[in-house]
C-alpha cells in the first residue's frame, strides 16, 4: 500500500564545535576533521506533513513556516537542500510538503539556527522513508530505514547536505566529523559517536553563550568555507586540526583540563585568523567580544578556575566550563560578562545527547 498522507514531527539540537570545520570540497565534503559537543537547550523543532500530489507537477511542492508565518526567504535553502538529497529519497517529487518549524532559543540572538534546523528536517524526512517502507512491508536489511543504526546514520548524511555542521546534531554526547587517522570509524559523509572513553569532568560540560552581536551574519558560511579555497595557510591548518584531533583524544580520557583550554582557545583563535588572512579579509569579533576574551584570561589567572571560550564565525562567545566549578563561574559570567552583551542577553546550555522525536 501507498501512503497519501501522514505527519512526523522531530526536535533537533545545536551543537558547538571544539576542533573546527572551516573549508569545504564539492558535495558537502569536508576539508578536516572536526569534533563537537552536542548542546542540550538551543533546539529546532519541526514539524512535516506530507500528502501525495494528486498533479504531475513534477517540481519540489513545499511551503516553509516559522513560528506559524510563512518564510519565503527560507525556501531557496530548503530547494537547494532538496536538489541535493532526492537521489537519496526517491519520494521527495511525489508529496505535497508542509514544513513547521520553531526555536527554543530567540531568533535573530545571532545564533545559527542552520545545524538544529537541517538535522530536525532530515530527521523528518527519515521518519517519512520509513513509514513508506513500513507500508510495502520491506524486509529490514542493513541498508534501510528500517535499521535504526541505518537511520541516523543516513539521517546525518542528509543532514550534512544541508549544512555541513549540522551532521554532528543527530546524536551526542560527543561527535566526531571527517575522516582522521586518530578516530576510528571516522568518515567525511556523516557524523559518528566518538568512540572512545571521555573523562567525568568533560561530562555536563557547560556553555553559557554569550549574545555580543544578534545582526545578521557578515560572512555566510558558504562564502566563507570558500575563503579556505587558495588560502595562503590552508594546507597547514588543515594538517593542525587532524593534528589537535589525536591531542584531544588524550585531553578527553585523562580529564586534562588545562590541555583542553588552550586547545579549544586556540582552535577559536585560528578559525578568526584564517578569516583575518584570507583575500577578501573580515573581521568577525566585535570589541566587546575581545573585552569578553581578555576578562575570561584574567579571571582564569586570578581563580585557576578551568573556564575557556570558543567562537563560531561571528562575535558571539561560547563560555566553556566543568559542572564541578558551574556556581563559581556563572556568578562571574553574571556579574562581569553579562554587560558586554547586547541588550544583557545569555543563554545557558550545557552538553547533551541529541535529537527526539516527537
Ligand atoms: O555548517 P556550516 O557550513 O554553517 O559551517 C559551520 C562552521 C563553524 O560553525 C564556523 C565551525 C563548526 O565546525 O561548526
Known sequence: ATISEGRVSWESPSNIALVKYW????????????LSFTLNNCKTITTLSFSKKETNDAGFNFEVYLDGEVKADFKPKIQTFFERVEAYLPFLRAYTFKIETENTFPHSSGIASSASGMSALALCLMSVEKQLLSAQNLKVDENNALNAAYFNQKASFLARLGSGSACRSIEGDVIVW???????????????????????????????????????KQVSSTIGHNLMHNHPYAKNRFQQAHDNMGQLK??????????????????????????MTSMPYF????????????????????TGLH??????????????????????????????????CQNGHYICDQIGFGATQN
Open 283 to 302: 573581521i568577525l569579533m566585535k570589541p566587546n567580544t575581545l573585552e569578553i576574551i581578555n576578562s575570561i584570561w584574567n579571571f582564569r589567572q586570578k
Open 250 to 275: 588524550t585531553i578527553l580520557a585523562t580529564g586534562d583540563l588545562d590541555g583542553f583550554i588552550a586547545l579549544v582557545e586556540s582552535e577559536a583563535l585560528t578559525l578568526h585568523a584564517m578569516m
Open 23 to 34: 573549508g569545504k570540497k564539492k558535495d558537502q565534503i569536508p576539508e578536516n576533521p572536526s
Open 307 to 340: 573556564i575557556s571560550f570558543t567562537l563560531d564565525a561571528g562575535a558571539n562567545v561560547h563560555v566553556l566550563y566543568p559542572e564541578k566549578e558551574r556556581q563559581e563561574i556563572l556568578q562571574f559570567i553574571k556579574s562581569e560578562l553579562v554587560a558586554y
Open 178 to 216: 571527517g575522516a582522521t587517522d586518530s578516530i576510528e570509524g571516522s568518515t567525511d559523509l556523516f557524523g559518528i559517536k566518538y568512540p572512545y572513553p571521555v573523562h567525568d569532568d568533560f561530562k555536563q560540560y557547560q556553555d553559557t553563550i554569550l549574545l555580543v552581536d544578534k545582526g545578521e
